[in-house]
């Protein structure tokens, strides 16, 4: 069996673990999450089998964003170690087969940053135009655009008398990329890590660089997403840079389209590899709707999460390569949110999840404690709000506006809160979970399910979730299919279950997965569907799905 036109590449072939570091380990006891704590679980990443990290923001930063806003693009910060610490995980992740993608956070620096600094100082600095600044409109800001972060994207700037931008937090001033100097500066620093051997980019909000020059009133995310110069830029950064290295692009491509898409991610390689886009983690198109924004609680629908999928898929089929993910440090937990989190379904509904992501078409990517079946948190008031997010939603939208109650936004962070993946990796039962010492305070409260959920617990069962994901990545690997394959809908029409075939050649993969709690009737297979390649439950019944059934035959 051998990929037919499809031309073959490792990073499609990979299996990539997100770390989060500053929750996945912690080795010194100060509560949080370092780069040693990382390279003392590799040979545990290593069992489960995956190819590469991606690692969350390890850079120099003042943590309004948890490393989102980097200070030194060139340093590791404090709390995670040295460049020494760095050196040393890259290597040894390499000896282990294992290859590191680093989080590319371009779109924006910290306002500590030294470029900042400079812009700030005087409308005659050298670096003024690094960044966006404007001046007032009526003595208010230069346009109405809202913040991701909530409250306005224009910041005052008392000394000089003017605003600059931030799509993001106020701490996250946003770089001018049409300066073609700032450019070379983000390119010179790319250059310098792809020298020292790490494997590729993870680009952060990739999709935003490009501004509307009108600065016109209006969403923010219609002004400055796939923006004007978005793809030039992307093109040129693959000349300078990405070409000359062989390496894993994905960008976060934020209000990208299918159309947006296929110029980011083509075939022809003149940009990246491969985006991560947002629709079927659209509380608006996948629930019965969101209270305000993002902020809802209700359940996404089969259907509507199946459909977005689907359209990726068939969309991209040939002319551009998917990613496939359910959560990261920005979605709440996958079992939580599309499985079924109580504790009878919570491994058979995981896994059913898991089954159904790693057998479409793309590169999967599995974020850390997923393959655990950790679950999201319970926020209990405002004292536990720590995610930048929260904070700033709860002031705007609970105590400054009074457009949610207090209990109603506490209920969508139950539900969508990024904080929910941002718990501590539940390692053991131990106190503290093994992330870090007993007696020490973590940075974030462990998830208090850690005595049943956690990985020791995994390792020391067979029939875990665990071992359920090695067997998917060793599929993966073994199967050329499973990554070549090109890919066909089933059951469209269905309200439970979430059906395809993938096919090769001669050979037809068909997978059903059953999203509900009850048993539902499927005749997908007959005499002539081949054998069982994986499946949650032992057998399987002829004509139906079981609760949170997933069936995979190979022929
Ligand atoms: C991306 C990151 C998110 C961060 C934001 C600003 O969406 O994934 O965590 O807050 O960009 O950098
Ligand atoms: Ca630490």
Not at 59 to 81: H, K, L, Q, T, V
Not at 117 to 134: G, M
Not at 441 to 465: H, K, M, R, T, V
Not at 497 to 512: K, P
Request: aromatic share 12%.
């Amino acid at each position: 069996m051998h990929p037919q036109d499809e031309p073959r590449a490792w990073w499609k072939e990979a299996v990539i673990y997100q770390i989060y570091p500053r929750s996945f380990a912690d080795s010194n006891g100060d509560g949080i999450g370092d780069l040693n704590g990382i390279t003392a679980h590799l040979p545990y990443l290593s069992k489960l089998g995956i190819d590469v990290i991606w690692l969350s923001p390890v850079y120099a930063s003042p943590n309004d964003d948890n490393g989102y806003d980097i200070s030194d693009y060139r340093a590791i910060m404090d709390e995670f170690g040295t460049m020494e610490d760095f050196d040393y995980l890259l290597a040894a992740a390499h000896r282990l087969g294992i290859k590191i993608v680093m989080d590319l956070v371009a779109n924006h620096t910290s306002d500590e940053h030294a470029w900042f600094v400079e812009s700030r100082s005087s409308v005659a600095s050298d670096k003024r135009d690094w960044y966006l600044w404007r001046d007032p409109v009526d003595g208010h800001e230069p346009n109405d655009w809202q913040s991701v972060f909530s409250g306005p994207a224009w910041e005052f700037d008392e000394a000089s008398g003017q605003y600059y931008l931030h799509c993001f937090s106020r701490k996250q001033p946003d770089l001018n990329w049409d300066n073609p100097t700032v450019r070379d500066a983000i390119y010179d620093m790319m250059t310098w890590w792809c020298e020292k051997g790490i494997d590729g980019f993870r680009m952060d909000v990739i999709s935003m660089i490009s501004k509307d020059p009108s600065f016109a009133n209006g969403p923010l995310w219609a002004h400055v997403c796939n923006g004007p110069h978005v793809h030039e830029y992307l093109q040129e950064m693959r000349r300078r840079v990405l070409s000359r290295f062989d390496l894993l692009t994905v960008g976060e491509a934020g209000g990208v389209t299918i159309e947006e898409a296929r110029r980011y991610a083509n075939a022809d390689g003149s940009e990246l590899n491969m985006v991560f886009e947002f629709d079927h983690v659209d509380g608006n198109a996948t629930t019965a709707g969101t209270l305000y924004d993002k902020w809802g609680y209700a359940k996404p629908q089969l259907p509507a999460v199946r459909a977005a999928f689907n359209r990726w898929q068939l969309g991209l089929e040939g002319v551009a390569w998917n990613s496939l993910y359910w959560d990261n440090h920005d979605q709440p937990r996958a079992v939580s949110r599309f499985g079924d989190d109580r504790p009878e379904w919570r491994v058979l509904s995981a896994k059913m999840l898991a089954t159904c992501l790693h057998l479409m078409k793309g590169t999967p990517y599995i974020y850390q404690g997923e393959e655990l079946g950790m679950t999201n948190k319970r926020f209990a008031g405002p004292e536990e709000l720590v995610d930048v997010e929260e904070v700033n939603a709860w002031h705007e939208l609970v105590e400054k506006k009074g457009i949610l109650s207090a209990d109603e936004l506490l209920r969508c962070f139950d539900a969508v809160a990024r904080d929910n993946a941002r718990t501590p990796m539940q390692w053991d039962a131990s106190p503290n979970a093994g992330f870090c010492a007993e007696g020490v305070e973590p940075w974030l409260a462990i998830n208090p399910n850690y005595g049943q959920i956690n990985a020791a617990a995994c390792l020391a069962d067979p029939d875990s979730i665990f071992y359920y994901y090695q067997k998917l990545i060793e599929l993966r690997h073994s199967h050329p299919i499973i990554v070549y394959g090109t890919f066909r809908p089933l059951l469209e029409e269905s309200d439970s279950i979430w059906a395809y075939e993938r096919h090769l050649g001669d050979c037809v993969l068909t997978a059903a997965c059953n999203w509900t709690d009850q048993e539902q009737r499927c005749d997908l297979w007959d005499e002539h569907s081949g054998t069982r390649l994986i499946g949650n439950y032992t057998g399987h019944v002829d004509g139906i799905l079981r609760p949170y059934e997933a069936y995979v035959t190979l022929r």
